[in-house]
């Protein structure tokens, strides 16, 4: 059987400052997790990620993830150990 | 301290510019990622978890108070006001902006520092032992073999696409504080019967998803053939390394695919045709390296000072018991400055606190400081009469933590707070760590103790090695840590033992206090360390500490 699709959002690094980013539903890139939008279906989640990977001046390498696996919250967050990540904005 | 001479200052002057260019063209569009991203590893430049990250040689460990002062400008001018000292002895710096990347290599330039070959399949920054040049059981001193091989190794055309990276050490101590066995190559300085200069060469060490303790390839290398017989190692590597597999292109696992004896066979032909063509490294580049590594001229006066203030200071006699070490001037001694305050990341050091010890290292210490691979810093020579003042400054910086070779002195990797490969958090398990022992107020009576964390199995934090080595993964979408035992990373290297399985985040600790718990009651004296108490009794009665409930089932 084949595993189910887990809905995921696209994220990558900002081209300048390497910052995590998401693409939302307007098709831009936001520097808030919660901005980024949800695809349910894995051939759309496929070509919107094509899309955003045309975007190389921008960012830097772009992947499909569940955003509830442990790494990207930390993403969303910023590091543990001093709060001058994305907590401090 | 070794000066660039026009050639050095000329080639890391024309990589700045070179690699200002390549930035540039890569904001404009010109450059993809794919292909800017080979250029940018070459000069040390990473993208991690949250921003770049860019990662600083400090060569053999080596530098002086006006270095330590600019990466401390460098911390506050591009950076968040810190760096982080790594278990190479570099340093590297969490938050560069891509486009003033170039500013900061400028930067580095301005005192002959940069970030070449931190990172690619070349031969990397050469580490050495980090009380080169100031200990009491030193015979000779690494540093100008490491400079001899970092001038040969750097930008060597032959040798910029390995199969994979490479690492090279150095020691001329009875004592390895460089983990030379953990390397590509290691090198032991040794004298002969006759009295001669050479070295025990060593290859095939590295830790990593498959760790292995290096294998002498020679026993006693004449000195003069050193670069000849380095080359040949690496032809043959370079050739015959695996380039199919990521995972099995290091130099070890040739070493273990081919057998020590027909490698070494493949090198001793290789050496015979390099040697052959080799005509020796001429004096105008030896002698300048020898003189640059000449001790400081010492100040022999001895006075009571310290004594005196030993006998009301017990905050300062307890950190003089473990922060000190025997140098070979007896007027002298070696100050290990602690990165690993409680509650604070291993090998962080703010920008103030950089300042601190470069003013110390100009104020007492004949200008030279060290980075440890245990992620503190040296400073190598400081007259024993100036202890007390030496300390009085530490301490108001908060550098005055007394835990050099105890539990709290805790080597961690950035890990998942940081790291892009990580696949779980070393930072906060360490903190953790020293944080509950403090409290406990156990460190001292537990005594000697290397814990050791690395956030992946690639093993920056040298976990295998350590008497307690802690790994972080992933297991079922959360963070889990599995245990090692029994671990050495002097000159008889031990690859510690998996206890079992991984501990939840929420786990360790209490597992660690079981464990920790287990080797204060079977010890026989406080006198018997964590691994002699290991080695004494083997891994069962830790087990059963550290896996209670997996015991009563066993015995039911």
Same mark, same amino acid.
């Given at each position: 059987?084949?595993?189910?699709?887990?809905?995921?959002?696209?994220?990558?690094?900002? *081209?300048?400052?390497?910052?995590?980013?998401?693409?939302? %539903?307007?098709?831009?890139?936001?520097?808030?997790?919660?901005?980024?939008? *949800?695809?349910?279906?894995?051939?759309?989640?496929?070509?919107?990620?094509?899309?955003?990977?045309?975007?190389?001046?921008?960012?830097?390498?772009?992947?499909?993830?569940?955003?509830?696996?442990?790494?990207?919250?930390?993403?969303?967050?910023?590091?543990?150990? #001093?709060?001058?990540?994305?907590?401090?904005? | 301290?070794?000066?660039?001479?026009?050639?050095?200052?000329?080639?890391?002057?024309?990589?700045?510019?070179?690699?200002? !260019?390549?930035?540039?063209?890569?904001?404009?569009?010109?450059?993809?990622?794919?292909?800017?991203?080979? +250029?940018?590893?070459?000069?040390?430049?990473?993208?991690?978890?949250?921003?770049?990250?860019?990662?600083?040689?400090?060569?053999?460990?080596?530098?002086?108070?006006?270095?330590?002062?600019?990466?401390?400008?460098?911390?506050?001018?591009?950076?968040?006001?810190?760096?982080?000292?790594?278990?190479? $002895? /570099?340093?590297?710096?969490?938050? @560069?902006?891509?486009?003033?990347?170039?500013?900061?290599?400028?930067?580095?330039?301005?005192?002959?520092?940069?970030?070449?070959?931190?990172?690619?399949?070349?031969?990397?920054?050469?580490?050495?032992?980090?009380?080169?040049?100031?200990?009491?059981?030193?015979?000779?001193?690494?540093?100008?073999?490491?400079?001899?091989?970092?001038?040969?190794?750097?930008?060597?055309?032959?040798?910029?696409? *390995?199969?994979?990276?490479?690492?090279?050490?150095?020691?001329?101590?009875?004592?390895?504080?460089?983990?030379?066995?953990?390397?590509?190559?290691?090198?032991?300085?040794?004298?002969?019967?006759?009295?001669?200069?050479? #070295?025990?060469?060593?290859?095939?060490?590295?830790?990593?998803?498959?760790?292995?303790?290096?294998?002498?390839? $020679?026993?006693?290398? @004449?000195?003069?053939?050193?670069?000849? #017989?380095?080359?040949?190692? +690496?032809?043959?590597?370079?050739?015959?390394?695996?380039?199919?597999?990521?995972?099995?292109?290091?130099?070890?696992?040739?070493? $273990?695919?081919?057998?020590?004896?027909?490698?070494?066979?493949?090198? !001793?032909?290789?050496?015979?045709?390099?040697?052959?063509?080799?005509?020796?490294?001429?004096?105008?580049?030896?002698?300048?390296?020898?003189?640059?590594?000449? @001790?400081?001229?010492?100040?022999?006066?001895?006075?009571?000072?310290? =004594?005196?203030?030993?006998?009301?200071?017990? +905050?300062?006699?307890?950190?003089?018991?473990?922060? *000190?070490?025997?140098?070979?001037?007896?007027? #002298?001694?070696?100050?290990?400055?602690?990165?690993?305050?409680?509650?604070?990341?291993?090998?962080?050091?703010?920008?103030? $606190?950089?300042?601190?010890?470069?003013?110390?290292?100009?104020?007492?210490?004949? =200008? %030279?400081?060290?980075?440890?691979?245990?992620?503190?810093?040296?400073? @190598?020579?400081?007259?024993?009469?100036?202890?007390?003042?030496?300390?009085?400054?530490?301490? %108001?910086?908060?550098?005055?933590?007394?835990?050099?070779?105890?539990?709290?002195?805790?080597?961690?990797?950035?890990?998942?707070?940081?790291?892009?490969?990580?696949?779980?958090?070393?930072?906060?398990?360490?903190?953790?760590?020293?944080?509950?022992?403090?409290?406990?107020?156990?460190?001292?009576?537990?005594?000697?103790?290397?814990?050791?964390?690395?956030?992946?199995?690639?093993?920056?934090?040298?976990?295998?090695?350590?008497?307690?080595?802690?790994?972080?993964?992933?297991?079922?979408?959360?963070?889990?840590?599995?245990?090692?035992?029994?671990?050495?990373?002097?000159?008889?290297?031990?690859?510690?033992?998996?206890?079992?399985?991984?501990?939840?985040?929420?786990?360790?600790?209490?597992?660690?206090?079981?464990?920790?718990?287990?080797?204060?009651?079977?010890?026989?004296? /406080?006198?018997?360390?964590?691994?002699?108490?290991?080695?004494?009794?083997?891994?069962?009665?830790?087990?059963?500490?550290?896996?209670?409930?997996?015991?009563?089932?066993?015995?039911?």
């Amino acid at each position: 059987m084949a595993r189910e699709f887990v809905p995921q959002i696209i994220t990558s690094n900002h *081209l300048i400052e390497g910052d995590s980013i998401y693409l939302t %539903e307007a098709g831009a890139w936001s520097r808030i997790a919660a901005d980024a939008m *949800l695809l349910a279906n894995a051939e759309i989640a496929a070509t919107t990620l094509a899309t955003a990977n045309l975007q190389t001046d921008l960012h830097v390498g772009a992947y499909l993830a569940d955003a509830t696996h442990f790494r990207e919250t930390f993403r969303a967050v910023g590091p543990s150990n #001093y709060f001058h990540g994305k907590q401090a904005v | 301290m070794y000066i660039y001479n026009d050639f050095d200052e000329e080639f890391v002057r024309n990589r700045v510019d070179q690699f200002r !260019d390549q930035i540039n063209r890569r904001i404009s569009g010109a450059l993809t990622e794919d292909e800017f991203k080979p +250029l940018r590893l070459m000069n040390g430049l990473y993208l991690q978890l949250h921003a770049y990250m860019l990662r600083v040689a400090v060569p053999y460990g080596t530098l002086n108070g006006r270095q330590m002062r600019q990466l401390a400008y460098i911390a506050d001018r591009w950076d968040k006001g810190y760096g982080h000292f790594t278990t190479r $002895q /570099n340093i590297q710096y969490n938050w @560069p902006k891509l486009n003033e990347v170039a500013d900061i290599l400028e930067a580095l330039a301005d005192v002959e520092m940069h970030a070449i070959q931190t990172s690619g399949n070349c031969i990397r920054n050469v580490t050495a032992d980090h009380f080169a040049g100031a200990s009491a059981d030193e015979f000779e001193d690494p540093r100008p073999t490491a400079e001899l091989l970092r001038q040969w190794s750097t930008d060597h055309p032959e040798f910029t696409y *390995l199969p994979r990276k490479f690492k090279i050490a150095v020691s001329g101590a009875a004592h390895d504080r460089a983990v030379v066995r953990a390397h590509d190559i290691g090198l032991y300085l040794r004298r002969n019967d006759a009295g001669e200069a050479g #070295y025990e060469v060593v290859i095939g060490g590295g830790l990593g998803r498959t760790p292995m303790v290096g294998k002498t390839v $020679q026993e006693f290398l @004449p000195k003069a053939d050193l670069l000849p #017989y380095l080359e040949a190692v +690496l032809k043959v590597y370079n050739l015959k390394g695996r380039r199919d597999n990521k995972y099995k292109a290091r130099i070890k696992i040739l070493v $273990q695919e081919t057998g020590l004896d027909v490698l070494k066979a493949r090198i !001793d032909a290789q050496f015979v045709i390099c040697k052959a063509s080799f005509k020796g490294v001429p004096d105008s580049i030896l002698a300048p390296i020898e003189a640059a590594f000449a @001790p400081p001229v010492f100040n022999n006066t001895r006075s009571a000072a310290l =004594d005196d203030a030993l006998s009301n200071d017990p +905050l300062l006699q307890s950190w003089v018991d473990t922060n *000190l070490a025997a140098h070979k001037n007896p007027a #002298y001694t070696i100050v290990t400055v602690s990165l690993k305050a409680v509650g604070q990341t291993p090998g962080d050091a703010s920008s103030d $606190q950089m300042r601190v010890l470069a003013a110390l290292a100009e104020d007492f210490g004949h =200008d %030279e400081l060290r980075v440890s691979h245990e992620q503190n810093i040296i400073l @190598p020579h400081i007259r024993r009469a100036d202890i007390p003042q030496v300390y009085a400054r530490l301490r %108001e910086a908060g550098l005055a933590t007394a835990n050099i070779g105890l539990l709290s002195d805790i080597i961690a990797c950035p890990g998942m707070d940081y790291c892009a490969l990580a696949t779980a958090r070393s930072i906060p398990v360490a903190k953790e760590i020293a944080v509950r022992f403090n409290e406990l107020k156990l460190e001292q009576d537990i005594g000697p103790l290397k814990i050791k964390i690395s956030g992946c199995i690639n093993a920056c934090g040298h976990h295998h090695v350590a008497h307690i080595g802690i790994l972080g993964l992933e297991k079922k979408g959360v963070e889990s840590y599995q245990i090692t035992l029994g671990g050495d990373a002097t000159q008889n290297m031990v690859v510690g033992k998996r206890a079992g399985p991984g501990f939840a985040a929420d786990e360790i600790l209490p597992a660690m206090e079981r464990l920790i718990g287990a080797y204060l009651d079977i010890r026989e004296d /406080n006198s018997e360390t964590f691994l002699d108490t290991f080695r004494r009794l083997g891994d069962a009665p830790f087990k059963a500490a550290l896996y209670p409930v997996e015991e009563a089932k066993n015995a039911a």
